[in-house]
Structure formats: structure tokens, C-alpha cells
């Protein structure tokens, strides 16, 4: 065996990871062996088998981001003996390199455990770290020496080179396609090695472009993907079919920042789904297009081909606020958008953040305003998302916080002359109550999983 990778605790139950799957895909096509093993899905089956609630699971969080939290967890009977298991299981399949998918900060303490587990029983492994948690966690897993390789970006792209021993150990940032040792473009995830009925939807996640058309300022995508990358509608239809064919799954997430940054390519890509002329249903994240530039046939075609769910960043009920972070639409172009998905009965998920650094009580009282006027959409809308907005690093509003005045304590704790922690949480909890009170949903387990976040943002105020 040649690599082992490995998603590790704690991500979501609903379904597999797409990076791992895509990564050892091109391994094998490069003719190494190699394999994904999920140890995510199986702390999460053992914990449920004792009684754990999904809810629970989310709330598990805080025991994945506090070290001290961690260290207790850890001594849990059930999680020690797990966690001997997968290095026995490493051990036996004597793997030359081990990889792990860092894809959010809730999976950080966990690799720093299992590579120092690692390091002890096979000092000879050489481990890797991808994924776009990497961002955050990479340098510092590098400087302990408890990983040898960082990939930032395109993981298919540099693990021939790794693999091959002619990629040297350190940090990588691959911001393109270009292959080395001949593999294949955008290639398709191997599930093979994945029980897929052992997640908790039957959902698999697909890419049609990697990156972003848009470079909104508290987003960390283009940071992550470089420029706009398009895949080809026939191979996008090829991995549809094969969840149909050979895991019998129906149910799509696209996981593209945005899924119309170009309508050419959107429509192709319908066409080709629903020339697959098969039943399928799925949900994407587009951007608001701009009067004129996408027309009632678009929306059409997007139901033909099975979309039921468009998700959307509108974030601020002030225009002027939306501009400054790069989200270029009016409210007619909202209204018009909300209009031809009512007609095209496909529902939409909308997100909202507070607390923007140039974001005023005033432009605040707008987003409050935008909401009761979306009332008139209620039919259209199927949940509503708020969150505190973060200035996370490598984000372009991290790079220019000189200029919007932040001071910076930490990713959640910033604060300027317009928000601070407390602003925010009174903004959030504001809103919550307002997008309650209009008749509008929240997820429930992002609703759990907030008030969570919430409660421990107040303890430390
Ligand atoms: C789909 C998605 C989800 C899905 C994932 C479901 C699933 N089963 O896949 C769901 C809805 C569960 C989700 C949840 C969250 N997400 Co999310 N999500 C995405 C999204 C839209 C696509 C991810 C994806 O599949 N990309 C395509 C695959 C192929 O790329 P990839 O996973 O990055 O893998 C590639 C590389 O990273 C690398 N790679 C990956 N692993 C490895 C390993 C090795 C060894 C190597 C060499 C390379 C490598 O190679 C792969 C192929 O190129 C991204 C935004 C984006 N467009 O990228 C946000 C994104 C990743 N999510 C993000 C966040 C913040 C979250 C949440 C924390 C949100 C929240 N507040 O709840 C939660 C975390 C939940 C959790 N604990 O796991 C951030 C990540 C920033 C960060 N690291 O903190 C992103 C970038 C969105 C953003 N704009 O900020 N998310
Ligand atoms: S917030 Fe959405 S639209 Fe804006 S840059 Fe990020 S992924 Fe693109």
C-alpha cells in the first residue's frame, strides 16, 4: 500500500468527503495503491450506538476546538479504544505515506493526536496534510514536525509527485489543475472503499468548477482555489451516472462556490444531466445574477435538470454594505431572482451575516427591513441563515484590516468603531428573532450548532 488517507473526526455524518475520495482516485490512476479510510463516520456510529443524538454530535464541537475539552475526550473508554484501532489498522496496512483532510478547524486536534500516535509506532511513515483546513492548521502541524507535506489547493494534482519522491517535503500551494505524472483532469472520486449506506443521506457531493468567480471580502475561496476553473459537462454527468449506477444515490450537493459564475457553462451542464434522463434531485450555491443577465428559461432548465435548492449569500439588507464586500446586486435584482424561482417551484436557501466591519445600526436596521419585505417570498424561501460575520485569516478582509480599523483578538473576537463580540451576538440574536417572528425557518441542527457557538461567545464576553 502507498497511501492511506484518512477523514478523521469531527466532520459531518450526512455523507463522504469528496476530497479524500478525489485524491486517492488519482493515486490509483497514477497505478499507486492506495486506499480512504473514514474514521469520522465510525466515531460517529460508535457514539450513537451509546446513545449520542445528532444533535449531540454537533455539539460535540466544543470538545474538537478546546484542547482542554479534547484531552478529556480522549480519555472517554470507547474513543481511547477507537483510536488504538485505527493505528493498528495503519500498522497492518503498512502504508508508505498517510494523509489526512483537515476540513475545518474541527478536525485540527484530532490529526495533531493521531500523527503523534503515529510518529511513535511507525517513525518511518511520511504523513501529508490536505484539505482546506490545511490553511489554517498547516504551518504549525509542519513546524512540530508532526506532518512532512502541506497541500493547499489541488490535492490530485501534486500526490503522483508526492508519491514519487519527486515533490520535496514542506509546503505546497497548488493552484492548479496542471498535473504531474500524468493524471487526469478533474478526475472522479472512488468511493470503492466507503460503506456509502453508513452515512446518514444518501447525498453524494459533486464539483462542476473549482474557485470562485466573485472575490467577496470575508471569504477565504479564492485564497484557497486561485482563479475560476470550469469542468467539462460530460464528465460532470459521468460521476452522476456512476451514484446512480453503482451506488444507486439520486441526491446531489454541488459543492462550486458558485454554480452560475458562468451561465454558459450552467446551462451545458444542465443539458448533459438531463440528457442522463434519469430522475435525479440536487442543490447548488449560485450568486444573485444581475437584471438581465440570467432570464426565466435559465430557471426553467435548472428544475428540467433536478434542481430543487439554489443557496445564497445575500448577507446584508444595506446595498451600500453589500458592495464593500464584493456582493454586486440590488434588491430588484433579489426580488427578480426570488420571482423566477417561484415560478420555476425551485425554493432557496438564504444567508445572512452580521456585524460587517463597515456595517452601521442603521445598515443593520435595513437587513431587519429586507426580511419582513421578503415575507412576500415565504413560499419561496425553505430556511434562513445567519451567522456573526468572522474576519478569518488569509481572507482579504484580514490582509486589508488596517484599513477597516480591526482590531484583531483572534478570528471571533475582533472588534472596529462599528462591531465588536458584543455587537454581534446582539445583531445575531436580533435577527434570529426577527427571521422567527416573519415566519421563516432556521436548519435546526445550524440553529443548535449556533446557539452553541452563541452561548460560549457570551461566557468569554
Ligand atoms: C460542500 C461543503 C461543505 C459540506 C461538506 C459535505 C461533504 N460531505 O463533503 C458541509 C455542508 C457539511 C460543510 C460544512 C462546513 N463547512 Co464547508 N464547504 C463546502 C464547500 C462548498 C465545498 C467543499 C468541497 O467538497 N470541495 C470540493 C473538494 C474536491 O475539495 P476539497 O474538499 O477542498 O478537497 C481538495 C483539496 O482540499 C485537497 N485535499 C483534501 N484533502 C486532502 C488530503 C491530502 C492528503 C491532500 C494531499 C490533499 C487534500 O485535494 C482535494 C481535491 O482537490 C466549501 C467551499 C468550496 N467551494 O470549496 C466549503 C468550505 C470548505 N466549508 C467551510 C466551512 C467553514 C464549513 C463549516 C465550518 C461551516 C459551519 N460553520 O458549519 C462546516 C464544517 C462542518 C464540519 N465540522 O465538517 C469553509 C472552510 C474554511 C475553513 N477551513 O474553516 C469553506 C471553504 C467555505 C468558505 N467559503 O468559507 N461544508
Ligand atoms: S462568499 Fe460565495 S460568492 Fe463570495 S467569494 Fe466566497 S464563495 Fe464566492
Redo the contacts with the bound molecule.
Sequence with gaps: MDLV?CSVP???P???????S??VAAAKSLGWGAKVLDWNIELFHQLKREGLSTGDWIRL?REFKSESAFLDFLQKPTVAHLIEKWIDQICQLKPRYV?????????TLMIAHLAEQLRRERPDLRL?????????CGKNLLEKQLVD?V?????????GG?LDGSVAKGHHVVHSLEVTAGSSRFCQ?DYSDLDLGSYTSQ?L?I?TS?G?TQNCQF???SS??GSYQLRTPDSVAKEVRNGIDLYQIRHF?F???TFNGSLDHQRAICRSLIDLNSEIYWQA?VKIPKAGESHEEDFQLLRRAGCYLLKVGIESGSERVRREMGKRFSDSDLRIFLTHLRSSSIKADLFFMVGYPTETDADFEQTLTLIKELRQFQDVVDYIRI?PTDV?SETPLHKNRTRYGIESDGCTGWKNSNSSPEIRLKRYLELRDSVLESGFKIRPL?DV?MSQVVHDRLQHL
Design positions: 488517507l469531527k466532520s459531518n450526512e455523507s463522504p468527503l469528496l476530497g479524500p478525489t485524491v464541537d494523509g489526512f483532510t483537515a476540513f475545518s478547524d474541527s478536525n501529508i496534510l490536505g484539505g482546506p483546513g490545511s490553511y489554517f507535506y497541500v493547499l489547493g489541488y490535492g490530485e494534482s501534486i500526490i508526492i472520486p447525498t457531493h464539483s473549482r470562485c471569504c477565504i475561496v484557497l482555489w450537493c459543492t462550486d462556490s450555491f451567522a478569518t445550524e450548532r
